[in-house]
Nanobody, 119 residues
Framework: QVQLVESGGGLVQAGGSLRLSCAAS????????MGWFRQAPGKEREFVATISWSGGSTNYAVSVKGRFTISRDNAKNTVYLQMNSLRPEDTAVHYC????????????WGQGTQVTVSS
């Protein structure tokens, strides 16, 4: 089983930046792809970004491409999400997840961290 703990959320003005972190334990972190997802009030959880086990391959949702950067440090068992040029529509609880190598879908979640962007 894996434990994921997100941090770094908060309140920021539109145009500002935040860096989210997700610390993992209990699993061979470097063997798995990781992802960030988010859920706004009244909406379904949506994909934000994923990164391969090595960090050599990344994917982004169209809505965040060019503004957000996902990265990882396998020595620290941590995955990051650098968020720049934030918009009010980025307001959501942001979750990190382990991506199953079998299904390609997230199968372990953290508790989430709230990101609020004011206009």
């Amino acid at each position: 089983q894996v434990q994921l703990v997100e941090s770094g959320g908060g309140l920021v003005q539109a145009g500002g930046s935040l860096r989210l972190s997700c610390a993992a334990s209990g699993r061979t972190f470097s063997s798995y792809a990781m992802g960030w997802f988010r859920q706004a009030p009244g909406k379904e959880r949506e994909f934000v970004a994923t990164i391969s086990w090595s960090g050599g391959s990344t994917n982004y949702a169209v809505s965040v491409k060019g503004r957000f950067t996902i990265s990882r440090d396998n020595a620290k068992n941590t995955v990051y999400l650098q968020m720049n040029s934030l918009r009010p529509e980025d307001t959501a609880v942001h979750y990190c997840a382990v991506v199953s190598p079998v299904s390609g879908k997230p199968d372990s979640w953290g508790q989430g961290t709230q990101v609020t962007v004011s206009s």
